[in-house]
């Protein structure tokens, strides 16, 4: 056995009880290992934890262990996978023991469920390169290479591919989960869609109730619904082997509000006339950027399925209904805007094979490769285009002078097509009917910068919904809010003046259900941060 700074290993031998200390060991690092300080704070740098351990785990025998450890010792439990929760569930001051999920990683075939297996610790890239590269298959997951499958999947990931082969969970076959059971002792359990699974309803929470909420899941199995034949490459849905990409740009210059307001309209008005699944246009996703004027430019970025007929049209013809009445040259894209970057020489809508689109959508991301960013977030689904008084807030807001950061953003994003085949109540995601979501985003660098650009972010978000409250409650418009885009201020009764509770802006009527899925679960609420769902009766 080998002891190094940060954890203890054991090294394989034949012996059986070497194997099982193989096992049961893994990395766990404390404050006084230099790798600390890198392994206590995600993807937004606002949050830092300060946790006594975090261990590192590289199979899921050594999960229960870990769990059933910090229950025995009284201790606040959280996971992480990719690092990339938008608030402080993982690093909180409350928290006092992490697992850290990166080493649990792989992405297989297993032929015994006839599914492919990924662990939760995996990497959307990782996962896309070796199921298109190995079996030329995918799942419609989101674009970020560094999201972690953990809570990605766990939340109803959705991406560039939803309109064609709907959200990421509508192909999930099964899940693996360390939960903790009535007489608080840990357990690994594995559990399937299956009809006759007596833990079907524990598969049922992971297709959109959220991350942190039931146990630790370790592994999904993914094949779709009504799959035909055997085997990865016969499971899962097939990307289009290439795409058309193209992006072009509005200078603020050249915008005021009549102009901005048909910008806006315009990508609103079509995305809720093609939202059902039967649309011609379910194979293209896009987004439609408003920067604040200090960046220069509005972008629109559009992937199209270049292998349907007469798909160059159809792009062109999308870029002309959303510039229609507009008035302003559209141009290369040429700033860095939201979570893209530059991207000039997509100004000629470009051919890419799919994965290499994935790579460069995926990795050209300034959010995810300066690791030095705050950031705050809040989201909405769209049912219908806006009325007037939310175009008119955007560009009040997105226009100020009192503060001007040219990375703030407000993305309005596709949605609908496949994703709308499908029932509110088959999985935990519950927005089936919407046409096309937002995310708010403002980065910034230094922490004197916290209070304005959250102030910002609060003021623009509660004005475009001021007639509901400040919240995008569910109505004929709006659609509430993404959980994966999670937002502590939803619980805030000086933010939310709605009267909706945020579990129902997350979840509506599927709450009940997940909340029953807790108290059989999870009865001791072991799994929980600030937007966790709550046993019944709380």
């Known amino acids: 056995m080998t002891h190094g700074t940060g954890g203890t290993f054991a090294s394989a031998t034949d012996d059986a009880e070497a194997l099982e200390e193989l096992v049961s060991r893994h990395a766990t690092v404390t404050p006084a290992d230099r790798q600390y300080g890198d392994l206590v704070r995600g993807v937004n740098q ?47 001051p409350e928290v006092q023991v992490v697992l850290d999920l990166s080493n649990l990683n792989r992405v297989y075939y297993d032929a015994s469920r006839d599914a492919v297996a990924v662990e939760a610790g995996a990497v959307l890239l990782q996962v896309y390169e070796k199921m298109y590269e190995t079996w030329g298959v995918t799942i419609p997951a989101g674009i970020c290479y560094s999201v972690g499958v953990g809570g990605h999947v766990s939340g109803g990931g959705w991406g560039l591919l939803c309109r064609q082969h709907g959200l990421v969970v509508d192909h999930l076959y099964a899940v693996e989960v360390v939960v903790v059971d009535k007489h608080r002792r840990a357990r690994t359990v594995v559990a399937t869609r299956d009809h006759d699974d007596p833990n079907r309803e524990l598969w049922w929470a992971h297709t959109g109730g959220g991350g942190g909420n039931f146990g630790i899941v370790t592994r999904y199995w993914f094949r779709s619904p009504g799959a035909r034949g055997r085997g990865p490459a016969k499971i899962l849905p097939k990307p289009p082997s290439e795409v ?143 009325p007037q008084s939310q175009i008119d807030a955007l560009y009040r807001h ?92 939803l619980g805030d009764p000086a933010r939310n003046r709605s009267g909706v509770p945020w579990h129902d802006l997350y979840y509506e009527d599927n709450y009940p259900r997940l909340q029953r899925i807790k108290a059989a679960w999870d009865p001791h609420d072991v799994f929980r941060h600030a937007q966790s769902i709550r046993l019944p009766g709380n």
């Open 46 to 92: 606002r949050f830092v934890g300060r946790p006594d351990t975090v261990h590192l785990v590289d199979s899921t025998e050594q999960v229960p262990r870990v769990v059933q450890s910090a229950l025995d010792a009284g201790r606040r439990i959280a996971v992480r996978s990719g690092g990339h929760c938008f608030e402080d569930f993982v690093y909180n």
């Open 244 to 386: 058309l990409l193209s992006a072009v740009s509005f200078p603020w210059s050249e915008m005021n509000q009549e102009r901005f307001t048909a910008l806006v309209s315009n990508y609103a008005a079509f995305h809720a006339a093609n939202k059902s699944p039967s649309t011609p246009y379910t194979g293209f996703g896009s987004y439609l950027v408003l920067t604040h004027q200090s960046n220069g430019q509005i972008g629109l970025v559009t992937q199209m399925d270049a292998t349907v007929p007469d798909a160059e049209q159809l792009l062109e013809d999308y870029v002309q209904a959303v510039t229609e009445g507009v008035g302003v040259e559209r141009g290369p894209m040429t700033a860095a805007l939201g979570e893209r970057n530059a991207m000039p020489e997509y100004f000629t809508p470009r051919r890419l094979p799919w994965l290499q689109s994935v790579r460069y959508m995926g990795t050209t991301n300034v959010m995810l490769t300066d690791p030095t960013l705050r950031a705050d977030y809040k989201s909405a689904y769209m049912r219908a285009n806006f």
């Open 398 to 489: 997105l226009t100020r002078t009192d503060h001007t950061n040219p990375n703030i953003s407000v993305t309005l994003s596709s949605f609908g097509g496949r994703v709308n085949a499908v029932p509110r109540s088959a999985t935990a995601s519950v927005h089936r009917d919407s046409a096309f979501k937002l995310l708010w985003m403002v980065l910034w660098t230094d922490p004197a910068g916290d209070d304005a650009n959250i102030g910002w972010l609060r003021e623009c978000y509660e004005d475009v919904y001021a007639d509901t409250g400040g919240v995008p409650v569910p109505n004929a418009v709006t659609d509430g809010c993404y959980i994966n885009y999670c937002d502590n201020d």
